[in-house]
């Protein structure tokens, strides 16, 4: 079989195609962060707020409550129509989780065998129902979190964030994690580069050599985090983060923010359930 630059972890080697694969998806956020639709220009605090009540009124339904979720697909559904974030972007960010949403419900599978309801003469157990909802609340808070990222800017976010009076540190964690994962990256695509060049021969990196070039990255991520701190401190950085000018939210930011709240506690003191159940029947 020829091979075409992507891993072949069976052959032991990992190609250029996968570290410039991840770069462009650290900075594929920052560029749909840049968008000019109507979600974009939305307050970030009204964003902000909008999906901490919807995550929170997902969260809360029961463990077995898979018809009252269905509504909530709506949100995000309109989300990623308007704000036009492609939904194979949000489907591969994704893929990451479900291992381990599915190892936190195949248990219940294994354990909660009674039967919950009948598809024609096909049976489905209270566990099976569990880690559909187990998925389907997955799927959704991650979604939503994706558009927000996708839609907002980090700095407008860690801003939003220090002004909600979360602890400075936690806010600088997040921030300065965010922006050395970029210079991870770049960090780890010079190194593959020179290697390739010393071994032009060599598909991809050996798995024998994976041990020293993990270490040597190790090294030079840490020289060059100390370099960029050392610009900081000349630049006038002291531990504390600069908030950017604060943007005064219209009135449609907040009606947005408040339409969802209620949409989202509405959805989620209704029965839909049971509706949807006597419709059904």
């Not at 190892?103 to 919950?116: C, E, K, M, P, R």
């Not at 569990?130 to 979604?143: C, E, F, G, P």
């Not at 960090?187 to 020179?194: G, R």
Request: charged share 15%; aromatic share 12%.
């Amino acid at each position: 079989m020829r091979d075409c630059g992507r891993t072949r972890w069976w052959k032991g080697a990992v190609t250029i195609a996968d570290i410039k694969s991840s770069i462009g998806e650290l900075y594929a956020i920052e560029q749909l962060a840049r968008g000019a639709s109507a979600v974009h220009r939305l307050h970030p605090m009204a964003k902000l707020i909008a999906t901490a009540f919807y995550i929170i009124a997902v969260a809360s339904y029961g463990r077995y409550d898979a018809g009252g979720l269905m509504v909530y697909a709506f949100y995000p559904a309109v989300m990623m129509a308007v704000s036009e974030t492609p939904c194979r972007f949000l489907l591969r960010r994704f893929l990451p989780a479900l291992p381990f949403v599915l190892l936190a419900g195949i248990s219940n599978v294994l354990f909660d065998t009674q039967t919950a309801f009948f598809i024609g003469p096909v049976g489905v157990s209270f566990g099976v129902l569990s880690l559909a909802v187990i998925l389907i609340k997955a799927w959704l808070s991650v979604t939503v979190v994706l558009i927000l990222a996708a839609t907002t800017p980090m700095q407008d976010l860690a801003c939003q964030l220090a002004r909600l009076r979360i602890p400075a540190v936690l806010v600088m964690l997040v921030a300065m994690t965010y922006r050395y994962m970029g210079i991870l990256s770049d960090e780890a695509h010079a190194m593959f580069t020179a290697y390739t060049l010393r071994a032009p021969k060599q598909k991809g990196i050996a798995m024998a050599h994976m041990g020293s070039f993990t270490g040597q990255l190790l090294l030079r991520s840490i020289g060059r985090a100390e370099r960029v701190y050392a610009a900081m401190k000349c630049r006038g950085f002291h531990g504390a983060q600069r908030l950017a000018p604060a943007r005064r939210a219209a009135a449609a930011d907040w009606v947005f923010c408040v339409c969802v709240c209620l949409f989202s506690v509405l959805f989620r003191v209704v029965n839909f359930s049971y509706l949807l159940g006597r419709i059904l029947v």
